[in-house]
């Protein structure tokens, strides 16, 4: 099992300090988000900023997902807006964002991009809401072809595809495309699927790119540190196991920042004991 760290829970630290931090930790990669802190997409000089965090990430050893659920880094007074499923014009906005998200990935080496719906805007009715999301994914997926990027499309709670079913809807209507995959967010499951976390993570193995992780309480979206929350993790992770899922596990806690370096720490130690006692119950395996 290879653990990650997202980089939105390391806001009051420059990146490069981050991604050190992190690989002493002994983290194995990092969950990257292009924000107006860490690797601004929209700042000058992008390319060179990219070939210089990629060289960063391959001296420490770092493998590396790229998000793109940055608050504020298109709309300084709205948090996550524009979306996939604003009106057009606003819509290309967000668009911009994925598709130069793409290209960061690509020349990172970058195991995935991840992005999400947003939430359907009030009074949108549900059938143009998929018409929008729909369109928009095809551009993204366009380019992810062009460069040879996979993708890990996120359900999230609050958004228009908020669970594993409204994916599973999304990339049927896509028509099944080989680059579209699934960010899964453990957390989420517990919050809001119907159905076990280890029985959601087997339902949607066969298309996960990507997986956060964090602890959670049941109905409630708030992302908190492990042991804090109601999820028992061995089996999660046993269950990840048999998927045959060999990319990051990146912890998600963006609201962690102020104490970073500890919360890092103590959620490393915390997954290596889970993964230990997760690997006692797959004899034969080595979780390698």
Known sequence: MKFAYGTNGFTDHRLDDALLVLADLGYDGVALTLDSGHLDPYAPGLAQRVDATASRLAALGLRVVVETGGRYVLDPHRKHYPTLLSPAPEAARRIDLLLRAVRVG???GAE?????????PPGLPGREAWGRLRRGVEQVLA????????LGFEP??????????????LRSL??????????LDLGHCWCLEPDPVPE??????PWI??????DMRRGVHEHLEFGEGEIDFPPVLAALAETGYRGLVGVELPRHSHAAPAV??????????AWATAEQTQPGENGS
Do not use: H, Y
Request: aromatic share 10%.
């Open 106 to 108: 690509a020349d990172l």
């Open 112 to 120: 995935a991009v991840s992005f999400w719906s947003g939430a359907k």
């Open 143 to 150: 380019q992810a072809e062009l460069f040879g990027v996979v």
């Open 156 to 169: 999230e709670p609050g958004m228009f595809v908020r669970d594993i079913a409204g994916f599973e809807r």
């Open 174 to 183: 896509m028509g099944e495309p080989s680059r579209l995959g699934m960010t």
């Open 200 to 205: 959601c993570v087997r339902r949607a193995g």
């Open 209 to 214: 790119v990507n997986v956060q992780i964090e």
């Open 264 to 273: 890092a720490e103590r959620s490393m130690r915390f997954l290596r004991e």
